[in-house]
T-cell receptor, first 108, second 116 residues
Framework: GIQVEQSPPDLILQEGANSTLRCNFS?????LQWFHQNPWGQLINLFY???GTKQNGRLSATTVATERYSLLYISSSQTTDSGVYFC??????????FGKGTTLSVSS | GAVVSQHPSRVICKSGTSVKIECRSL??????MFWYRQFPKQSLMLMAT?????????EQGVEKDKFLINHASLTLSTLTVTSAHPEDSSFYIC????????????FGPGTRLTVL
């Protein structure tokens, strides 16, 4: 099955800094999603982005399907951005497969 | 608003008992639902895929007799952890997707199981 790798595993930032999280996937995919898992465990869907670029406030994401990677950009980070960010992808007929996540810590 | 609900959100049980977790699709009939498990500080691991009216498909290494999945209707799937042991303590999350291969997959709020 498909493999999903995320980097970096951990990221520590000062409030106001920008960051880029990367997701590599091993094969072509039908879907790619970015999630933020809050302290209670709920997965918050950030982007559905099998290709192209999307923006939502301070967050944006780009997927280059031909090169099998996706990037999540966080600008002007805030303490509330802290948590675990997951990338997940699936191929036709399968379920989302998750990467190991990036744990982001933003300090004031 | 929430499109997938789970009940209970948290359960503590004694070793050897069985626990049932319900997952409901709130806004449309989900022909396919998925169950994941997440251990502390780890990623989500797919346990099984549940299709309405047919047997669930389990991932390698997941005991089908221990984790019973019933997709009883187009809006309800249940996961029963049978004869639970402390090593089954985990965060269980269900998910659903519309028919088709290009739609967003939505997740429930999860159920935290602690087996004493």
């Amino acid at each position: 099955g498909i493999q999903v790798e995320q980097s970096p595993p951990d990221l520590i930032l000062q409030e106001g800094a920008n960051s880029t999280l990367r997701c590599n996937f091993s094969d072509s995919v039908n879907n790619l999603q970015w999630f933020h898992q809050n302290p209670w465990g709920q997965l918050i869907n950030l982007f559905y982005i099998p290709s192209g670029t999307k923006q939502n406030g301070r967050l944006s994401a780009t997927t280059v399907a031909t090169e099998r990677y996706s990037l999540l950009y966080i600008s002007s980070s805030q303490t509330t951005d802290s948590g675990v960010y997951f990338c997940a992808a699936y191929q036709a007929g399968t379920a989302l497969i998750f990467g190991k996540g990036t744990t982001l810590s933003v300090s004031s | 608003g929430a499109v997938v609900s789970q009940h209970p959100s948290r359960v503590i049980c004694k070793s050897g008992t069985s626990v049932k977790i319900e997952c409901r699709s709130l806004d449309f009939q989900a022909t396919t639902m998925f169950w994941y498990r997440q251990f502390p500080k780890q990623s989500l691991m797919l346990m099984a895929t549940s299709n309405e009216g047919s047997k669930a498909t389990y991932e390698q290494g997941v005991e089908k007799d221990k984790f019973l999945i019933n997709h009883a209707s187009l809006t309800l799937s249940t996961l029963t952890v049978t004869s639970a042991h402390p090593e089954d303590s985990s965060f269980y999350i269900c998910s659903r997707r519309r028919r088709g291969n290009t739609d967003t997959q939505y997740f429930g709020p999860g159920t935290r199981l602690t087996v004493l």
